[in-house]
């Protein structure tokens, strides 16, 4: 069943900001690093950023350093990416996921995934 369910997906605007979230469905996510993949067509799953259980770190792709922040309130609603600046180039389907290691930069290294949402930003 689905454990990680992602919000705040839309049609924005270059320039414009979205807010996405992920809740856990059905279990928590206590000890987890969280992070946001994104897939746009034609290209592979990639990372977007990441942020650990014990220090709340945070970690990005060079792509969206200093237009994006992730944060982490709880094991319940685990992770949240703050999408500022946004460009056409980020138009993809955004996931989150959970992963036991403290630092996870690949989609193999990740244990639970959510549903993805979609990000469409226009020129």
């Known amino acids: 069943q689905v454990q990680l369910v992602e919000s705040g997906g839309g049609l924005v605007q270059a320039g414009g900001s979205l807010r996405l979230s992920c809740a856990a469905s059905g279990r928590t996510f206590t000890g987890y690093t969280m992070g946001w993949f994104r897939q746009a067509p034609g290209k592979e799953r990639g990372f977007v950023a990441g942020i650990t259980w014990r220090t709340g770190s945070t970690y990005y792709a060079d792509s969206v350093k200093g237009r994006f922040t992730i944060s982490r309130d709880s094991a319940k609603n685990p992770v949240y990416l703050q999408m500022n600046s946004l460009k056409p180039e980020d138009t993809a389907v955004y996931y989150c996921?959970?992963?036991?290691?403290?630092?996870?930069?690949?989609?193999?290294?990740?244990?639970?995934w959510g549903q993805g949402t979609q990000v469409t930003v226009s020129s």
């Open positions: 996921a959970a992963s036991r290691r403290v630092v996870a930069r690949a989609s193999r290294e990740y244990d639970y």
